[in-house]
């Protein structure tokens, strides 16, 4: 679970700046309260999908054929459609069963996020300067924030208290989370000790995450900005309090770290399977940390896009949670919809690709497959899928396979590309 390595990606994006140039440029502060950012101003969304990928019947009867062939006596633990971009559904089984996806409900969370907020939106962690000359700290989950902006924060702060009359002493309220929200409710406990399971906060060094996950994360940083505070001189007074309280209009912006930018945070969740990065995206979505609340509205926008809805259930943002359920076929169709889309080329190079980067880099290399499948894995006991976007002779095919419970499931799934990338099955299909 550690932060994308910097990789060659195969579709165009629009590059940002590198972390580093963030660090050593830092905004231009302003002396007062900024108004709170808005939402990108985004293209008109493309229309909702029509009926065909809806169809209750596959249109390549020698493709569904050959899954079925695969499958075998497995078929009723599997879920697997196959749709062109035109919409057909070439071959479908199981596609309208509701499974536990694992990660492939990144592909959810990312989606919303990247339709809400846009291509270049950064999440932002801001110290403020209170009217009574104390000082708080917000933030939004930026999955790198790390010791060298904790560091920076700590001498502003320090230089900006040296007019209160009390130069070596810095007050400092941390805005967090209440500690029952730091974990969905639906994570398995023992998950919880993992650094794939560490703690959801909006102030998280490291992504709350060591070797393990880090248990209680404000009382890390508490230790580690008294530290740094130390070392430049300046005494901590440290207090926590809730992330809902609401800044003094007169509050000031003293400083701002950046994090990268929104499709580095996609590909971090879609490629490497980040799952804190996938559920600060959720809740940074829906404008809201309430994981309930961030529930609803991304479900309520995937209604809105057209999208097979049926047994679909969103319980969190990255797919460690076992309540979640979406259907093949509602992948299929969220990938397609996702093509249509006006940053259609950012969501699709936020996945992983087959023998070449992130949870695909080790598979299918040396086969037709390498280089051609850009898509997100999916991993939990018993549980194994993978969705995503397939380049044939014929134009993309958009794959959702999802296991429940498969004795062999990665060769299977792989079984299942080669056959659809044999194109000539289905070159007799009725448009």
């Known amino acids: 679970m550690r932060r994308a390595a910097p990789g060659r990606l195969l579709l165009s994006l629009i590059a940002g700046p590198p972390r580093a140039a963030l660090a050593q440029s830092p905004p231009a502060l302003t002396a007062q309260q900024p108004a709170p950012a808005p939402l990108a101003s985004l293209p008109p969304s493309p229309p909702p ?4 990928l ?3 019947q ?8 050959r899954i079925n062939g695969l499958v075998g006596g497995e078929a009723s633990v599997w879920s697997i459609t196959v749709a062109d971009s035109q919409g057909r559904l070439l071959a479908d089984l199981n596609g309208q069963r509701p499974r536990v996806p694992a990660s492939n409900q990144k592909l959810v969370s990312t989606a919303f996020a990247l339709d809400r907020l846009g291509p270049d939106y950064r999440l932002n962690t801001q110290l403020w300067r209170l009217p009574d000359g104390s000082f708080r700290l917000t933030g939004e989950g930026d999955p790198d924030l790390a010791l060298p902006q904790l560091q920076r924060f700590a001498r502003l702060a320090l230089a900006s208290a040296g007019s209160t009359g009390q130069p070596s002493l810095v007050r400092l309220q941390l805005a967090e989370e209440p500690a029952q929200a730091w974990w969905p409710a639906g994570w398995h406990p023992d998950d919880r000790f993992y650094a794939y399971g560490a703690p959801i906060t909006r102030l998280a060094l490291t992504s709350n995450a060591i070797q393990s996950a880090v248990p209680n994360p404000p009382s890390r940083l508490r230790s580690l900005l008294t530290k740094a505070l130390a070392q430049q001189g300046g005494q901590a007074q440290l207090s926590l309090v809730p992330a809902s309280s609401t800044l003094p209009s007169e509050a000031e912006l003293v400083h701002q770290e950046p994090s990268a930018p929104m499709h580095n945070l996609l590909s971090l969740a879609n490629t490497e399977s980040h799952n804190f990065t996938a559920e600060v995206l959720l809740r940074q979505g829906a404008g809201s940390w309430d994981l309930q609340q961030a529930r609803v509205l991304a479900s309520r926008w995937l209604s809105e896009q057209g999208l097979p809805m049926e047994g679909v259930v969103v319980a969190d943002g990255s797919g460690l949670d076992r309540a979640n359920r979406l259907t093949s076929r509602f992948l299929a169709a969220l990938l397609l919809r996702m093509n249509q889309h006006p940053y259609a080329s950012q969501y699709l190079a936020s996945m992983a690709v087959a023998g070449r980067r992130g949870t695909l880099r080790n598979l299918y290399i040396g086969t037709p497959i390498e280089g ?26 958009y794959v959702s396979a999802i296991s429940n419970g498969a004795g062999s499931p990665n060769g299977t799934i792989g079984a299942v590309l080669r056959q659809v990338l044999n194109t000539q099955l289905c070159a007799s299909a009725p448009l």
């Open 58 to 65: 596959p249109s390549c009867p020698a493709l569904q054929a």
């Open 54 to 56: 809806l169809q209750s």
């Open 49 to 52: 999908l029509g009926l065909p």
């Open 372 to 397: 051609r499948l850009y898509a997100k894995t999916g991993t939990l006991t018993g549980v194994r899928s993978i969705s995503g976007v397939l380049e044939t002779a014929d134009g993309p095919r």
